[in-house]
C-alpha cells in the first residue's frame, strides 16, 4: 500500500483523482486529499501527514506555478516524499521548473489514469519518471550553459576528468557508442565509467545524472550570485 496524497487545481477534481487511484488494484494506494487546495495548507498537509507520494498540480488555487513552489518549500523544510507534478501540458519551463524544484516525475493530465498509477510506481521505487520531450528539455539546457564541475561540501572534485568528460557528453545527449567515438574508447569501458560515475553520486539512470548536474549548476550559480552579493 502506497500511501498518496493528491492536490489537484480543484477539490472536485482532486477527489476524483483520489477515487482513481483507490480503486486501483496494483499497485494499491492509501489516498489523502487536503482540506483545502491553497499553497499554505497543502504544504501543512505534506509536513503533518508525510506522505510517500505527493501529486501536486502545477497551479495550486488558481495560482501559477504554486505547487511547484509547494514542493520547492517543502523540500526546504526536509520533506522527504517522492513528488509528481501535473501539468495542463509539458511546457519546457515548467517540465525544468518542476525538476528543479525537486519533482521525481512530470505527468501531463492527457495520460490514462493507468498511466498515473504507473508513474506512481516508477517514483516510489526511487526512479525518475520523464518522457523523452522531457529529456530532451533538461538536455539542452545544460548544453546551453557552461560545463558542470561536480563537486562535494568542501569543493572537491567527485569525479576524475575521464568521468567528467563522460558526464558532459551524456549531459549533451550521446549515446554509449558515441561516446566511446569522441574518447577513442571501447562502448564497455565507456559502460564502466558511468556505473562508477552513478555509485560516486547515487543515481540510477542517464536522467537522473542529467538531473544531478542541473542541481549541481544551480547551486553553483547560486553560490556564485552569493558571493558577488
Same mark, same amino acid.
Given at each position: 500500500?502506497?500511501?498518496? %496524497? ?9 477527489? %476524483?483523482?483520489?477515487? +482513481? %487511484? ?23 498537509? !505534506? %509536513? *503533518? ?5 505527493? !501529486? ?27 513528488? !509528481? ?23 501531463? *493530465? ?11 510506481? !516508477? ?27 561536480? +563537486? ?13 568528460? +563522460? ?22 569501458? +565507456? ?39
Amino acid at each position: 500500500m502506497i500511501r498518496v %496524497l493528491v492536490a489537484d487545481s480543484t477539490p472536485m477534481a482532486s477527489e %476524483l483523482l483520489a477515487d +482513481v %487511484l483507490r480503486r486501483s488494484r496494483s499497485p494499491k494506494f492509501e489516498v489523502a486529499v487536503p482540506q483545502s487546495l491553497t499553497p499554505d495548507a497543502c504544504l501543512e498537509h !505534506i %509536513l *503533518r501527514a508525510k506522505p510517500e507520494v505527493a !501529486i501536486l498540480a502545477s497551479s495550486l488555487h488558481s495560482e501559477p506555478q504554486s505547487g511547484i513552489e509547494v514542493l520547492r518549500s517543502a523540500r526546504a523544510r526536509g520533506a522527504a516524499m517522492k513528488t !509528481i507534478i501535473l501539468l495542463e501540458q509539458a511546457e519546457r519551463n515548467l517540465v525544468l521548473e518542476a525538476f528543479r524544484a525537486g519533482a521525481d516525475g512530470v505527468f501531463p *493530465r492527457f495520460y490514462s489514469p493507468q498511466m498515473l498509477a504507473r508513474c506512481i510506481e !516508477i517514483v516510489y521505487a526511487g526512479q525518475i519518471w520523464a518522457s523523452a520531450q522531457d529529456l530532451r528539455y533538461m538536455v539542452e539546457e545544460l548544453r546551453s550553459s557552461k560545463p558542470v564541475r561536480i +563537486v562535494d561540501a568542501k569543493g572537491h572534485s567527485l569525479l576524475s576528468m575521464r568521468e567528467a568528460q +563522460v558526464v558532459r557528453l551524456v549531459a549533451e545527449g550521446l549515446s554509449n557508442r558515441e561516446i566511446s567515438k569522441e574518447l577513442s574508447l571501447s562502448e564497455h569501458t +565507456v559502460k564502466n565509467y558511468l556505473f562508477r560515475i552513478f555509485e560516486k553520486l547515487g543515481v540510477g539512470t542517464r536522467v537522473e545524472l542529467v538531473l544531478y548536474s542541473i542541481a549541481q549548476r544551480d547551486k553553483q550559480a547560486a553560490a556564485a550570485q552569493a558571493t558577488i552579493a
